[in-house]
């Protein structure tokens, strides 16, 4: 989850949903 929190800083929290649901996928397609 720290990874998420790299990725995606405080500064731009602005992100679009897509772009989450991206992230989330990349992310659960590794740790798999």
Do not use: G, N, T
């Given at each position: 989850?720290q990874?998420?929190c790299a990725?995606?800083?405080?500064?731009?929290?602005?992100?679009s949903?897509?772009?989450?649901w991206?992230?989330?996928?990349?992310?659960?397609?590794?740790?798999?």
């Amino acid at each position: 989850m720290q990874d998420m929190c790299a990725k995606y800083p405080k500064r731009s929290r602005r992100y679009s949903p897509a772009e989450r649901w991206r992230a989330l996928i990349f992310v659960l397609l590794i740790y798999h």
